[in-house]
């Protein structure tokens, strides 16, 4: 199974970035994905998630309203829009991957390698 993020860089606070992850290896739409971020210092953090199907979604609460997440099953890939982006959003962002919902770093099966956001002030 492979996770691979991209999408990330440094922009300035107010702007926007979109996130992709793309999967392999797995069945993809048998899967809850998710996304996470961990801050330097800090815990790994829940930050969005989307159901199999695409038509439930879950946000941590410093960013909902800013960000979306989706997904496309055809071409095995989910996607995090953020907007209106804060300096504390600067982290590594994962993806990941897991067969029930949860919103727990414990619990996902499958990570992907990380993609650095930094939002300048």
């Known amino acids: 199974v492979q996770l691979q993020a991209s999408g990330g860089g440094l922009v300035q606070a107010g702007g926007s970035l979109r996130l992709s992850c793309a999967a392999s290896?797995?069945?993809?739409?048998?899967?809850?994905m998710m996304w996470f971020r961990q801050a330097p210092g800090k815990e790994r953090e829940f930050v969005a998630s989307?159901?199999?199907?695409?038509?439930?979604?879950y946000y941590e609460g410093s960013v909902k309203g800013r960000f979306t997440i989706s997904r496309d099953n055809a071409k095995n890939a989910v996607y995090l829009q953020m907007n209106s982006l804060k300096p504390e959003d600067s982290a590594v962002y994962y993806c990941?991957?897991?067969?029930?919902?949860?919103?727990?770093?414990?619990?996902?099966?499958?990570w992907g390698q990380g993609t650095q956001v930094t939002v300048s002030s």
């Open positions: 989307i159901s199999r199907s695409g038509g439930t979604s």
């Open positions: 990941a991957a897991v067969r029930f919902a949860t919103q727990a770093p414990g619990d996902v099966e499958w």
């Open positions: 290896g797995l069945t993809f739409n048998r899967y809850y």
